[in-house]
């Protein structure tokens, strides 16, 4: 894929992403106006689901479906081309835009934008967790909760995500998990427990550091004591993890008991309380433009 060969990208734009006043389509149109690629704007109506989606990639077939919104967005748009060729981008519009942070795609829309054409594409596996598709992270437990207080206040972004884990901070009973990881019985006792594709929150909080979007396994993460300075840690510092609270595993398949019905979360979205999880990793799901340095140096 070059510049010079002629695409049919269709953006699938959600009007309601963010809280800045980019004006996505004159930007998109403007980039495009001198060809050579065939583009298409489709913004989601506000009682949007998949099949809505799904209607309109398969009446246009694009080569690339690009998502102009936030993490949500890209998960609607991932989960009507996963294990198929057409392509994916994405235009961080959201205001938790954590794939594109992972991925190194640049907030500056015609920086963004440049991307789209640029010749490197990712495959990434996914996972599927209770049968809801997860990129980036789901968790039960304390994060699972701080997405349900965050999702109902004014603040966002990372202080936003801050204020409202402090808020929920004492209010969080440790779970207890019975796991079976690599046919292998682990029991814990933790504050929450991640099921981790990448490595941070689209808030910037840092989780599993060794995570990969494109390898065989994703990382279970057992955080057993959540306190001020491992919140300001996970962040803002960005510093090594204590040993002594987290705990992380490998695995292409979890199941997972819980002692009693828990918050839980996927890719951001609160989706209530569970008992039970499990997860089964799916490889080479989408395949993602990223930056050039992005596929050829960067570790996610």
Known sequence: ????????????????????????????????????HIIELYNLPQDCNRETISKKIQSEQPHMVVAVGGDGTVKLVAECIVKTETLLGI????????????????????EALDV???????????????????????????????????????????WG??????????????????????NTIIRREAAMIVIANATKYGSGALINP???????????????????GE?????????????????TFQTNHLKMKLDKKRFFQVDGEFLGRVDTVEAVLIPDAISIVVPQKSEEGNPN
């Open 210 to 228: 060794s995570g990969k979007l494109d390898d065989t396994v994703f990382e279970v993460v057992a955080i057993k004591k959540v306190s001020f």
């Open 91 to 110: 235009l961080p519009a959201g205001s938790a835009n954590g794939l594109a942070k992972e991925l190194g795609i640049s907030s500056r829309p015609e």
């Open 116 to 158: 789209l054409v640029s010749k490197a594409v990712k495959k990434i596996h996914v996972t599927m967790v209770n049968g809801h598709m997860c990129i980036h992270l789901s968790d039960v437990g304390f994060n699972a909760f701080v997405v349900k207080e965050f999702n109902s206040q004014k603040g966002r972004g990372m």
């Open 161 to 182: 995500y801050l204020k409202a884990s402090v808020k929920v901070l004492f209010k969080n009973p440790h779970l207890k998990a019975e796991m079976n990881i690599n």
């Open 1 to 36: 894929m070059t510049e010079q060969d002629g695409m049919k990208i269709l953006f699938v734009v959600n009007p309601g992403s963010g809280s800045n006043k980019t004006d996505w389509p004159t930007i998109i149109t403007e980039h495009f106006k001198k060809g050579p």
């Open 231 to 247: 919140i300001f840690k996970m962040v803002v510092s960005h510093a090594k993890h204590d040993k002594t609270k987290t705990e």
